[in-house]
């Protein structure tokens, strides 16, 4: 099987690419930003590496399934360059894709929502990046016969061990566990948030890959969120974390607002339960505290 995985010099796609290699995946597609290859070549296998901003689409042809995980979600981007890498380039993967029968699984996110899931499970992005993803899966919702071939996964917040190169993007698992100051927010207790280990979100991966092969198709539900379905305060999170750093929390006011910050998270994992078991399978994610261990031990042991 050849595969391609756009994003494939990031956090999730590196993860995923390990995973494929150690199922004797290797022919590999990367396109990611050329700056970007010597972090992918690192340690990987994979047969071609792709610049996004030189690329043209002919590569799809032979590709037998696509993993589009590649966004822009900085916040310090131009909402121009965001839109241009989110959705211009999304829309052209998802076309080329269906002329050539591709099966794609795109990364979605837990953005769409607005600042409290309690109130309203309703998409209201607060942010472009989240926005960007929206605007994806309605094309996806218009026209559900015509991308019968794209599966769409909202990642909740995603964290790991090898996030380093994210810098002030990374999660505040791995910031904290990487050495930078124990700072929550007054209110974290009341903050609470959906956090996924990324070997979970890349099980989910593998999954999907099993579906299609299984079904040659991704069925009716097409849209799922992908959490362990358990909301979790910064406050727990962040007592978690201390056992194993020994450092005090730092304690400042929250500046944000429900208009811009989202305040309570929850993926409602039903759908996609409901996939893993027409493959006789069980999804049972990481709790918080065995997911904060392996990272530890990742980093340490």
């Known amino acids: 099987m050849k595969i391609t995985v756009t994003g494939g010099a990031g956090f999730i796609g590196r993860e995923l690419i390990r995973k494929l290699n150690a199922l004797d995946y290797n022919d590999i597609i990367v396109v990611d930003n050329l ?10 296998i994979f047969s071609e590496f792709k610049d996004f901003h030189n690329i043209d689409f002919s590569f799809l042809e032979n590709v037998d399934f696509i993993f589009h995980l590649g966004a822009n979600s900085s916040t310090r981007s131009k909402i121009e360059e965001i839109y241009e890498g989110n959705y211009v380039f999304t829309i052209q993967l998802f076309l080329e894709a269906k002329r050539k029968n591709i099966p794609v699984v795109f990364a979605s996110s ?12 309703a998409p209201s992005p607060l942010t472009a990046y989240g926005y960007t993803k929206l605007v994806c899966e309605k094309m996806i919702n218009h026209f559900p016969d015509f991308y019968d071939n794209v599966v769409c996964l909202r990642y909740h917040n995603v964290y790991g061990a090898t996030e380093a190169h994210k810098g002030d993007m990374s999660s505040i698992v ?7 100051e124990h700072c929550l927010f007054c209110d974290s207790s009341t903050i609470k948030r959906d956090f996924v280990h990324v070997d979970d979100i890349n099980e989910v991966h593998l999954t999907f890959i099993e579906y299609w092969e299984k079904f040659k198709s991704f069925g009716k539900t097409r849209i799922y969120d992908v959490g362990t379905g358990k909301a979790v305060s910064f406050q727990k999170l962040g007592n978690t974390i201390k ?4 450092k005090k929390i730092r304690y400042i006011d929250n500046p944000f607002t429900h208009e811009n910050y989202q305040f309570y998270t929850e993926a409602d994992t039903t759908a ?16 918080i505290k065995d997911g904060v261990k392996k990272v530890y031990n990742d980093l340490y042991l």
């Open 243 to 246: 056992k194993y750093t020994k």
């Open 272 to 287: 996609l339960r409901g996939a893993f078991r027409k493959l006789g399978k069980k999804f049972i994610p990481m709790r």
């Open 174 to 180: 791995y910031k904290w566990m990487s050495g930078a």
């Open 35 to 44: 700056d970007e290859y010597a972090r992918v070549y690192d340690g990987l």
């Open 110 to 121: 837990g953005a769409i929502y607005g600042s409290d899931r309690r109130i309203s499970s």
